[in-house]
């Protein structure tokens, strides 16, 4: 019974949704407008299923002592924080708090330094570390040993160049013809051998997904139900 | 030598990366932008809006992008001041709707935009489908309020903007998936005109997405936004970096070539 709900219900809002697609009927807009709502009732549950898991993972990781089992305290520490000044909106309107200058809630001013002075540095540092991994990984690893990978370098260093002004700058200081090569260039690769290339891969993902969902919809794969395969 | 060459140590380059970077800044260098034709695109759209039109901006990404998208969304949001071209804010990411917030007040002040009437911050929603979905049937069925939870009912600009019909195009600001949910869920299932304006590295999977005019522009990371500032008239952050980053895609470009240099001599070394 516990499995069969779910493959009932999945069945049934897989076929109504994908018909109600392809009909125009004002009954079928109010069951796809309808279950739209239901559905943007049971988003917000996804979150709290995160957080549960993210403190699951976390405490698990303290208890067995993992490495770097540490750092799982401040995991819970920036939450626990990012949460009590975060969601109490209600504590605004005892008199004393905001006497004392504390508020609560996304706009309060704490929250707001909270995160521009801890979160947006840190994500920026992190992403900012990318550009010296990238140099380094790009002078060691990308050398033109086959036709494929020479060809994959040329693309690269055209569209690296062509990205930037100085790609045209230099060329246009240089060279006598072909103004703004290095950027036409670019976008030339990037409309035609990419564009192509790309589609390929979005027709691929696309049928995939189309047999996935038909599989869930039918209930042959069950995987997303939890638990063993078939039990 | 060459062995050296090839196995330089990797403090070197990124001493040489971070030189790349500090030198320009401090000489702000300024170098000639070439505007690309899909930020063109972008920006012919916004400019052959007429005023009061609406255009709808998703801050669908996090600080990591801030220094790319940032820029991009200063250059647009003024533009659409400056034309009377409402805007609204929102995002689908959690840690989009502080930047978002900040972004649509700073540039508001700037243009002397007023709260409400030319401008809208609804904040964030979770379950993007969802959101983006039931905007289609009624904003006010997945906002019920703004970002400062005042009703919709009482923004005198929201009086005649129900759902996407009155919405002239959408711009998602993207450092993720979210410029592919807005096509297939609302330029698929109710026409909506979108724009993008996405970070570096997800740029070449918007092409095929222009070629079917499914997106009617791209801005395309940092460049996007120093083309954007370009085309109306105000270097700001996006030219800047852009020159910036100019010395140090050369700089990579000449270790690769380095490096293939040192690569072919030790092979034909070694035959």
Same mark, same amino acid.
């Given at each position: 019974?516990?499995?069969?709900?779910?493959?009932?219900?999945?069945?049934?809002?897989? %076929?109504?949704?994908?018909?109600?697609? $392809?009909?125009?009927?004002?009954?079928?807009?109010?069951?796809?407008? &309808?279950? *739209?709502?239901?559905?943007?009732?049971?988003?917000?549950?996804?979150?709290?299923?995160? %957080?549960?898991?993210?403190?699951?993972?976390?405490?698990?990781? *303290?208890?067995?002592?993992?490495?770097?089992?540490?750092?799982?305290?401040?995991?819970?520490?920036?939450?626990?924080?990012?949460?009590?000044?975060?969601?109490?909106?209600?504590?605004?309107?005892?008199?004393?708090?905001?006497?004392?200058?504390?508020? $609560?809630?996304?706009?309060?001013?704490?929250?707001?330094?909270?995160?521009?002075?801890?979160?947006?540095?840190?994500?920026?540092?992190?992403?900012?570390? +990318?550009?010296? $991994?990238?140099?380094?990984?790009?002078?060691?690893?990308?050398?033109?040993?086959?036709?494929?990978?020479?060809?994959? +370098?040329?693309?690269?260093?055209?569209?690296?160049?062509?990205?930037?002004?100085?790609?045209?700058?230099?060329?246009?200081?240089?060279?006598?013809?072909?103004?703004?090569?290095?950027?036409?260039?670019?976008?030339? %690769?990037?409309?035609?051998?990419?564009?192509?290339?790309?589609?390929?891969? *979005?027709?691929?993902?696309? +049928?995939?997904?189309?047999?996935?969902?038909?599989? %869930? *919809?039918?209930?042959? &794969?069950?995987?997303? +139900?939890?638990?063993?395969?078939?039990? | 030598?060459?062995?050296?060459?090839?196995?330089?140590?990797?403090?070197?380059?990124?001493?040489?990366? @971070?030189?790349?970077?500090?030198?320009?800044?401090?000489?702000?260098?300024?170098?000639?932008?070439?505007?690309?034709?899909?930020?063109?695109?972008?920006?012919?759209?916004?400019?052959?809006?007429?005023?009061?039109?609406?255009?709808? !901006?998703?801050?669908?990404?996090?600080?990591?992008?801030?220094?790319?998208?940032?820029?991009?969304?200063? @250059?647009?949001?003024?533009?659409?001041?400056?034309?009377?071209?409402?805007? !609204?804010?929102?995002?689908?990411?959690?840690?989009?709707?502080?930047?978002?917030?900040?972004?649509?007040?700073?540039?508001?002040?700037?243009?002397?935009?007023?709260?409400?009437?030319?401008?809208?911050?609804?904040?964030?929603?979770?379950?993007?489908?969802?959101?983006?979905?039931?905007?289609?049937?009624? !904003?006010?069925?997945?906002?019920?309020?703004?970002?400062?939870?005042?009703?919709?009912?009482?923004?005198?600009?929201?009086?005649?903007?129900?759902?996407?019909?009155?919405?002239?195009?959408?711009?998602?600001?993207?450092?993720?998936?979210?410029?592919?949910?807005?096509?297939?869920?609302?330029?698929?299932?109710?026409?909506?005109?979108?724009?993008?304006?996405?970070?570096?590295?997800?740029?070449?999977?918007?092409?095929?997405?222009?070629?079917?005019?499914?997106?009617?522009?791209?801005?395309?990371?940092?460049?996007?936004?120093?083309?954007?500032?370009?085309?109306?008239?105000?270097?700001?952050?996006?030219?800047?970096?852009?020159?910036?980053?100019?010395?140090?895609?050369?700089?990579?470009?000449?270790?690769?070539?380095?490096?293939?240099?040192?690569?072919?001599?030790?092979?034909?070394?070694?035959?």
């Amino acid at each position: 019974m516990r499995r069969q709900v779910p493959l009932v219900l999945c069945f049934a809002f897989g %076929i109504v949704m994908a018909l109600t697609e $392809f009909s125009p009927h004002q009954w079928s807009k109010w069951i796809n407008e &309808e279950v *739209i709502d239901w559905a943007l009732v049971i988003g917000p549950f996804a979150l709290v299923i995160a %957080i549960a898991t993210l403190v699951q993972t976390h405490w698990t990781r *303290i208890r067995r002592r993992t490495e770097h089992w540490q750092y799982s305290y401040l995991v819970f520490g920036g939450m626990i924080i990012m949460l009590l000044i975060g969601i109490p909106t209600f504590l605004n309107k005892i008199p004393f708090l905001s006497k004392i200058g504390l508020s $609560f809630g996304q706009k309060s001013p704490i929250f707001v330094w909270l995160f521009n002075h801890v979160q947006v540095p840190m994500d920026a540092t992190m992403f900012s570390l +990318l550009a010296f $991994f990238i140099a380094s990984a790009a002078y060691r690893a990308f050398r033109a040993r086959t036709l494929e990978a020479t060809l994959l +370098l040329g693309a690269a260093l055209i569209v690296m160049i062509g990205n930037v002004p100085i790609g045209d700058f230099i060329w246009n200081a240089v060279m006598p013809f072909g103004e703004n090569l290095p950027s036409d260039a670019r976008q030339w %690769i990037l409309d035609n051998p990419n564009l192509s290339a790309r589609r390929g891969i *979005i027709l691929g993902i696309s +049928l995939g997904v189309i047999s996935q969902s038909i599989r %869930i *919809i039918l209930g042959i &794969e069950r995987s997303y +139900l939890g638990g063993v395969e078939g039990e | 030598m060459i062995e050296k060459l090839m196995n330089i140590d990797r403090r070197y380059v990124f001493i040489l990366v @971070a030189l790349a970077v500090i030198i320009p800044s401090l000489l702000e260098v300024n170098l000639p932008i070439t505007i690309s034709q899909p930020t063109r695109s972008t920006y012919d759209y916004i400019e052959d809006l007429a005023p009061g039109s609406t255009l709808m !901006i998703g801050f669908n990404y996090g600080p990591s992008s801030l220094a790319e998208l940032h820029p991009m969304a200063k @250059a647009v949001i003024y533009h659409c001041f400056e034309k009377k071209i409402r805007v !609204i804010g929102m995002t689908l990411l959690a840690e989009g709707a502080t930047l978002g917030d900040e972004m649509l007040k700073d540039v508001a002040a700037e243009a002397e935009a007023v709260y409400g009437e030319d401008y809208v911050y609804l904040g964030f929603r979770p379950g993007a489908t969802q959101v983006l979905l039931g905007m289609g049937t009624a !904003i006010d069925s997945v906002f019920e309020s703004d970002y400062a939870e005042t009703p919709l009912a009482e923004l005198p600009m929201m009086a005649d903007i129900k759902n996407y019909e009155q919405i002239d195009l959408v711009l998602d600001l993207a450092s993720g998936s979210s410029t592919e949910w807005w096509i297939t869920y609302t330029n698929t299932r109710y026409n909506q005109q979108i724009a993008a304006g996405v970070t570096g590295v997800i740029v070449s999977q918007m092409y095929p997405y222009l070629q079917t005019k499914q997106l009617i522009g791209l801005m395309p990371g940092l460049l996007g936004a120093a083309e954007y500032e370009s085309l109306i008239g105000r270097p700001a952050k996006g030219t800047e970096g852009m020159s910036i980053q100019s010395f140090a895609h050369l700089l990579v470009f000449g270790l690769v070539v380095l490096g293939n240099i040192a690569f072919f001599i030790q092979r034909r070394q070694a035959e």
